[in-house]
């Protein structure tokens, strides 16, 4: 009874936590789109959930990886990845309520990891899956988005930049809307199933899927549904500090980042790395940047990016062992839990009351 | 843990084979839409200069390159539906 009353929490804690992780990147999704003026705020939010919800859709490599290769799932309780999901779902509100762009995927990596040391030791930490598909392709992603859009904004600037400008960036425009839908796609894909994979872990953890078994469907349908339901929701704050703080970018440079960002995703997801969108993301908007010109690229604020992604995994590892610390406190039953949700839950409802007394996030348009 | 051990825990194939993919889809689909986008600026040129073999050319290529673009997005979401064997 008190392991199926855990169980619960921890599904609901992570389809809230799969809602904020779209919540999060819903600006990073579509600052492009907005900047280049290729679609309104409105329709780009909207556009960008309901692709998020196909691609959540599409495959199950990132799901697995998150459940069976960062700890073992053997060894660990559901509890443990309570406390990892509270660790990743607080550092997430954190950034975002002082508007600070972070990565959902290394602070769910880095909350489960947290809590796996503090209950079972370092050992239950699966270090082949941990650097080889979680941490060496966090910094490998970036750079390949970087330099994938550089190159091709090079090569299309060559072929246009002949021609009438605003024909092009008409066309450019219009071309975005495959280019950001496929982004949105590619997000989905991803983002989607880090939802799917804790649930798995805790459903393998507790003994209610088997280590081999597949990801039930009802798990998938609710990933895909926090994941839309979060980017519609949006996070219009830090749209302010992706879309128009690092660069600002032509139609063409849009597209560019856009085809590169969902190239380096979807090709990462299918190989089963969990990677920071919004490193990606950033990455291919620096990259499509630096190709027409280095100044161009407020280097000193994507240096502050770089600082807050760098601080998430262990903020998040912290949070996430604080919180089965706390939980332990309270034995094996289901108390602990229940005391820990429920301050976490109040800590974020104190944030948000703050928030809307000192001013909401920029309103959708 | 030292260097060599970390080199071990790597997966080079994936990182390889994601990093190539992504160049080349990346890159291509956008060099590919940047021909499509000449292509229609040059048939729109050559249609009022009244040269038809030049507007046929241009927009022989703004078609394959618009194709080219489709077939890549098709084929890229294809391969992310089947599993990896």
């Given at each position: ?129 941990l650097v080889g598909k979680v941490l060496v392709p966090a910094v490998v992603a970036p ?223 | ?85």
């Amino acid at each position: 009874m008190s392991d199926d009353i855990i169980l619960s929490i921890v599904v609901a804690i992570a389809l809230v936590f799969g809602v904020t992780n779209g919540f999060h990147d819903t600006a990073n999704l579509i600052a492009t789109s907005i900047s280049t003026r290729a679609m309104s705020p409105r329709v780009a939010v909207a556009f960008t959930a309901v692709l998020n919800f196909a691609g959540a859709f599409i495959s199950l490599q990132v799901a697995e990886t998150v459940a069976r290769e960062v700890v073992d799932a053997g060894a660990v309780t559901p509890t443990v990845v309570l406390a990892g999901l509270i660790g990743a779902l607080s550092w997430n509100l954190l950034t975002w309520y002082h508007g600070l762009p972070s990565s959902s995927s290394h602070a769910l990596i880095g909350g489960v990891v947290g809590s796996t040391i503090a209950a079972v030791g370092s050992g239950a930490v699966l270090a082949e899956g941990l650097v080889g598909k979680v941490l060496v392709p966090a910094v490998v992603a970036p750079l390949v988005a970087l330099v994938v859009g550089a190159v091709a904004i090079l090569f299309a600037y060559r072929i246009v930049g002949a021609l009438r400008p605003g024909p092009v960036t008409r066309a450019f425009r219009l071309g975005q809307w495959a280019s950001g839908g496929l982004l949105a796609i590619a997000h989905g894909t991803n983002d989607g199933q880090k939802t799917m994979g804790v649930i798995m872990l805790a459903l393998i953890a507790n003994g209610t899927l088997g280590a081999d078994e597949g990801v039930p469907f009802w798990v998938v349908l609710a990933g895909a549904v926090a994941i839309a339901l979060g980017t519609y929701a949006g996070g219009w704050r830090i749209i302010r500090t992706m879309g128009m703080r690092i660069i600002k970018i032509d139609a063409a440079q849009g597209f560019a980042a856009q085809s590169t960002g969902s190239a380096v995703i979807l090709a990462s997801s299918y190989v089963g790395f969990p990677l920071s969108t919004t490193q990606v993301i950033s990455g291919a908007v620096m990259g499509a940047g630096a190709g027409k010109r280095l100044s161009a690229v407020r280097w000193g604020m994507a240096g502050n990016i770089a600082l807050a992604w760098l601080v998430t995994l262990p903020a998040s590892a912290g949070i996430g062992a604080l919180a089965y610390g706390i939980s332990r406190l309270f034995g094996d039953g289901a108390v602990g839990p229940v005391v820990v949700t429920a301050l976490a839950a109040a800590l974020i409802a104190i944030g948000f009351g703050r928030r809307a007394r000192h001013g909401a996030p920029v309103p959708a348009g | 843990m030292s260097a060599l051990t970390v080199a071990s825990l790597v997966d080079a194939d994936g990182l390889i084979e994601s990093s190539v993919a992504a160049l080349i889809a990346g890159a291509g689909v956008t060099i590919a839409f940047a021909l499509a986008v000449y292509g229609l600026s040059r048939f729109a040129d050559a249609r009022q200069g009244g040269a038809s073999l030049a507007g046929g050319a241009a927009i022989g290529l703004a078609i394959v390159a618009l194709a080219a673009c489709a077939a890549a997005v098709v084929a890229g979401i294809v391969i992310m539906v089947s599993d990896r064997t």
